[in-house]
C-alpha cells in the first residue's frame, strides 16, 4: 500500500494501515436496545427500531429471526411474518460496525399469532 494510499484510508475510515483505528474511534456500542413495532400477527409488518449506538460513522444492519434461526434474506428494518411463522417468537438482530470494531444486540422479540 502506498503512503497516499495509505493516508486516504486514515482520512476515509479513521484506521490506520492495519486497520487499527486513530484518533480514537471507538467500535460502536448499544445504549438504547433496539425494539420491534407492529402488532406481532401473520401478514402485519413488523419493523426493528435499531436503538441507539454510540461509536462514529457506525453502520447498522439486520437479521431477522424465527425461534432464534435467522431467515434467510430476511436483512431489511422490515419483516411481515409468514403463516409459517405463527406461535413462533421473531426477533431481530441489530448489529453496527465501524472500522474500530462491531457489537450487536437481539430485541426482545413476540410471539407471532396467527
Known sequence: MTKRSQRR??????????GRALGGLAAPANTTLP???????VANLQTC????????QARVSYQWRINGTPVTGSTGVGYTP???DATKTLTCQVAAANPAGSSSVITAGVVIVP
Not at 427500531?49 to 462514529?56: I, R
Request: without cysteine.
Open 9 to 18: 484510508k486514515a482520512e476515509l475510515y479513521g484506521v490506520d494501515s492495519s
Open 35 to 41: 425494539t420491534q413495532i407492529g402488532p406481532g400477527k
Open 49 to 56: 427500531n435499531p436503538g441507539v449506538w454510540t461509536g462514529a
Open 82 to 84: 409468514q403463516a409459517s
